[in-house]
């Protein structure tokens, strides 16, 4: 008989780099299996997951009750296309509708299809409700901003890394600073129909516009008739202590994109979430996608959302982010450049002069805890939102013990 292969570390890496794209440069760990908060790589060796891939294991690695609806679905009925109906995306619409306050639901795979879906029904709305004469929408978007990675996004973006090399590019987009609300207002002209925004820039490393700006933002779309669409795929779903970062901010969005989270890490799945109006202008076959709303999708989100409320996972976000960042905040070393944060979407900000958070994520590995540096200075804590205060505490102690080599 033939003997299974064994890998080692060194075997993995180098298979990635022969025959992979080199677009990520991730930590050289190799992981096999994760539950909780907690993931291991080949070797057996036990981590606590700080990304929660990039907050989209909210509900924790392998949560046995989504594990269930997966298993069980996957038995049932996969993917039937929307040339069909099946019976978990009515439900899926009626769940998703209630948790969040929407009144309509576009199904979508990825976070980068949920951006692109809301940019064209935005439009649309623009040219049939706002009136706006045809090929004129414009959309207001923020410096610095993350929306994904397709061709019409990274046109719009202002990382010259995720745009060099791959022009030409969509018109139509805008970009005013973040946080600046009266940027906001002097950008908005006749034919502006939509600001797109996250509540919280998250890649560009967890900035927090200041108080009162949403409230400001809110006033100024609604005084102009311009759609205000929230990119919460990051910031949603209870990484920030509320359900909806919005919530803490008093505000509603005209159009809510989530993603990430929605379906606990176990499938791609995202949704635009709409007031009547904006969504309700797509007819059918102007839009779609063979996977957008198939019933694995919905039956693994419809437990997602069910275990985030019903395990009391949003309030601890909540609780255990307000001890995170306390215990951050209280580390005091000459290194730290700044702390922030809310809930559990956390940054540590190091000085310029650290050079380079990247060492520090690379001890934090070795006494493991996995996080990840993003820019060249910062380093983002988002553990599941199921972590304990045992567990806070002792991720403190590894990252005041890590931050020693500076
Ligand atoms: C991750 C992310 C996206 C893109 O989601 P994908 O599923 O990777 O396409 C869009 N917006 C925000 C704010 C994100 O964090």
Not at 27 to 39: A, E, I, K, N, P
Not at 40 to 47: F, L, N, S, V
Not at 116 to 141: H, M, N
Not at 366 to 388: C, D, Q, S, W, Y
């Amino acid at each position: 008989m033939k003997q299974p292969r064994t890998l080692e570390l060194s075997d993995y890496l180098a298979i990635e780099h022969r025959l992979g794209a080199h677009n990520y440069k991730p930590l050289d760990v190799v992981l096999s299996r994760g539950l909780g908060v907690y993931v291991w790589d080949t070797d057996g060796k036990r981590y606590l997951d700080c990304l929660s891939a990039y907050s989209a294991v909210n509900q924790g690695h392998c949560h046995p009750r989504i594990l269930g609806a997966l298993v069980e679905q996957a038995g049932k009925l996969t993917l039937t296309s929307r040339a069909f109906r099946n019976d978990q995306l009515p439900l899926f619409y009626e769940e998703i509708c209630a948790l969040t306050g929407s009144h309509k639901v576009l199904p979508m795979n990825s976070g980068a299809e949920a951006v692109e879906s809301a940019i064209k029904a935005v439009r649309k709305w623009g040219y049939e409700v706002k009136g706006v004469p045809a090929d004129q929408a414009e959309i207001i978007v923020c410096a610095d901003n993350f929306h994904g990675r397709t061709i019409a996004i990274i046109g719009f973006s202002t990382d010259p890394i995720a745009r060099r090399g791959f022009g030409p590019f969509a018109p139509g987009f805008k970009v005013i600073p973040f946080g600046d609300a009266d940027a906001l207002e002097a950008a908005i002209g006749p034919n502006t129909v939509g600001f797109l925004v996250e509540p919280i820039q998250g890649e560009a490393g967890v900035i927090i516009p200041p108080a009162g700006y949403f409230k400001q933002v809110r006033e100024i779309c609604t005084r102009n008739r311009v759609t205000l669409i929230l990119d919460e795929i990051q910031t949603g779903l209870g990484r920030t202590g509320a359900l909806l970062a919005e919530a803490h901010e008093g505000i509603e969005a005209d159009v809510t994109l989530v993603g990430k989270a929605l379906a606990g890490g176990f499938y791609p799945i995202s949704a635009v979430l709409s007031n009547q109006e904006v969504l309700g202008v797509l007819k059918p076959g102007e839009h779609g996608s063979t996977f957008g709303g198939n019933p694995l999708a919905c039956a693994v989100a419809r437990m997602a959302m069910k275990v985030l409320v019903e395990e009391g996972m949003i309030q601890n976000a909540q609780a255990m982010g307000d001890r995170f960042l306390a215990g951050l905040r209280a580390l005091n070393h000459a290194v730290i450049k700044e702390v922030r944060g809310r809930g559990l979407l956390i940054a540590l900000e190091l000085n310029p002069d650290s050079g380079g958070a990247r060492k520090l994520t690379e001890t934090l590995m070795a006494g493991g805890l996995l996080a990840k540096e993003t820019h060249t200075n910062t380093v983002r804590f988002a553990p599941p939102l199921i972590i304990t205060e045992a567990e806070v505490d002792w991720a403190l102690e590894q990252i005041a013990g890590g931050l020693g080599i500076y």
